[in-house]
C-alpha cells in the first residue's frame, strides 16, 4: 500500500515532474501524448482559492522512496441544473496519474477517496471529473471502483494552427471587451448555463486570459462596444461572443511514438507551403515537439449570422495563436449545440469526446427527497471553465 500526502514542493517537485513525464495523458492509437507542467505541478489547480496536491509514495528509506502517483483537485460554486437552487458547490479532479509499473495496484483508487475525504471536509456536494471517452481505463477506475456515473459527453474540437492567417471578411467587425465588460454579458447571458462559475471575475481577470471578443456584421467605424446599450436591447440582430484562454502559459503538450512515415507526411505539408506559398496548404504544425494551444470557452451569440461570425471569431484567435506561437486552438462544448460544432473548424481526426462522470458526496445519497443532479438531464449548453483544461 502507498502512502498518501500532500505535496510539498521541497520534497516532490522532482519526483512528480518525472513521473509526469513517464504518463501519457490520453490514448491516441499507437501514439501517446505528453504533459509538461513547465516546473509547476499545481498550475492546473492553482487559480482556484481552494486547491489540493496529493502524491502517492513507496519505499521505506527517505533516500530511495518513489512518487508513483498523484492527483490535484479543486472546489468552486457553479450554476447548477437546479433553478431554485442557483448555484452548488462541486469538486473536479484532475491531472491523476499513476507510474505505468504500479498500476492495477488500487494506488488509483487510494489517491480518489483521499481527495474526496478533502472535499467533503470542504463542503463540496459533489464531485467531477473528466477524461477521454476512449481511455477504458480511467472510466472503469471511476464507474466501477470509485462509484462515479457516467454524466456527460462534449466533443472536444482541435484546429491545428497553420502557416498562413486566416482572412476576416470586411462586413465583420470585431470587438475586445474589459474584463468588467465581459463579466456584464457573461452574467446577463451566461448565468442560468449548466456549470457557470460564480467567480467568472477571477477567470476574466486571469493574466492567462487574452481576452473575450464580440463580433458583428456591421459598416460603422466604431472602435468600441457599449456592453451597457448592448444589453439593454441595444443588441445587433446577430452576434456572437468568445473568449481566449492561453493554455501555453500553464503547460506543454508534446506527441511521442508517431513513425516516420507519419512524421514525414507532417514535415512535407510544410515543404510543400514553402515552396507553394500562393496554394495557401494546410500545413500541419510540429507536434512531435513541446508545443502550446489556446483554449476558445464563453462560445455563444445570437441570430441568424450567429454561425458565420464564430467563424469568425474562431478566425481571428487562429491567427493570434500563430502570433502567440501555439500549434493548436482547442474547444470544448456540449453535444447539445450542433451549430457551435459547425461553427467551431477543427479536424475530425484530432478531435474526440470528452466524458465527464459526476458523484454525490452526501453523506445518504440514497435519499430519494434530495434533488439529484447525477440523475439530471443534460441542459441546452454547458460552460466549461478553462482553469480546468
Not at 527517505?62 to 437546479?82: A, Y
Not at 474526496?116 to 471502483?145: I, Q
Request: proline share 5%; charged share 30%; with cysteine.
Amino acid at each position: 500500500m502507498a502512502k498518501v500526502m500532500k505535496y510539498e514542493e521541497s520534497k516532490d517537485l522532482e519526483g512528480s515532474e518525472r513521473l509526469e513525464r513517464a504518463c501519457e495523458v490520453g490514448p491516441t492509437g499507437k501514439m501517446s501524448l505528453f504533459i509538461d507542467m513547465l516546473g509547476d505541478p499545481l498550475c492546473r489547480v492553482r487559480q482556484f482559492p481552494d486547491n489540493l496536491m496529493l502524491v502517492a509514495e513507496i519505499g521505506e528509506d527517505r533516500e530511495r522512496k518513489e512518487i508513483v502517483g498523484l492527483i490535484r483537485g479543486c472546489i468552486q460554486t457553479v450554476r447548477s441544473h437546479n433553478n431554485d437552487r442557483q448555484y452548488t458547490k462541486v469538486a473536479y479532479v484532475l491531472g491523476l496519474r499513476v507510474s505505468p509499473c504500479h498500476r492495477r495496484l488500487g494506488i488509483g483508487s487510494q489517491l480518489v477517496s483521499e481527495m474526496e475525504s478533502w472535499f467533503r471536509e470542504k463542503g463540496a456536494e459533489y464531485s467531477y471529473m473528466a477524461t477521454d471517452k476512449d481511455n477504458e481505463a480511467s472510466v472503469r477506475l471511476f464507474t466501477d471502483k470509485c462509484r462515479y456515473t457516467t454524466f456527460r459527453t462534449l466533443p472536444v474540437l482541435v484546429q491545428p494552427v497553420f502557416e498562413h492567417r486566416v482572412k476576416t471578411s470586411k462586413r465583420v467587425k470585431i470587438f475586445k471587451l474589459t474584463p468588467s465588460d465581459a463579466e456584464l454579458l457573461y452574467r446577463q447571458r451566461f448565468s442560468t448555463v449548466e456549470f457557470f462559475p460564480r467567480d467568472i471575475d477571477l477567470v476574466l481577470s486571469s493574466k492567462h486570459n487574452l481576452g473575450t471578443f464580440v463580433a458583428e456584421l456591421t459598416d460603422s467605424n466604431l472602435d468600441s462596444l457599449d456592453v451597457h446599450r448592448f444589453l439593454s436591447g441595444g443588441a445587433p440582430e446577430s452576434w456572437a461572443v468568445l473568449s481566449i484562454w492561453n493554455s501555453k502559459e500553464v503547460f506543454t503538450l508534446e506527441l511521442r511514438g508517431a513513425n516516420r512515415i507519419f512524421r514525414g507526411l507532417v514535415k512535407a505539408t510544410r515543404a510543400m507551403d514553402r515552396v507553394f506559398p500562393w496554394l495557401r496548404i494546410p500545413s500541419a504544425p510540429d507536434i512531435f515537439r513541446p508545443f502550446g494551444s489556446l483554449f476558445l470557452y464563453g462560445i455563444g451569440g445570437d441570430g441568424s449570422e450567429s454561425v458565420k461570425l464564430t467563424k469568425a471569431l474562431c478566425g481571428f484567435a487562429h491567427n493570434l495563436a500563430k502570433e502567440k506561437g501555439c500549434a493548436l486552438v482547442v474547444a470544448e462544448i456540449a453535444s447539445s449545440e450542433p451549430d457551435k460544432i459547425v461553427a467551431i473548424p477543427h479536424w475530425k481526426r484530432m478531435s474526440f469526446e470528452d466524458l465527464w462522470c459526476i458523484k454525490r458526496l452526501g453523506e445518504d445519497c440514497s435519499d430519494e427527497s434530495v434533488d439529484d443532479w447525477t440523475k439530471s438531464k443534460p441542459g441546452p449548453s454547458i460552460f466549461v471553465d478553462p482553469r480546468e483544461i
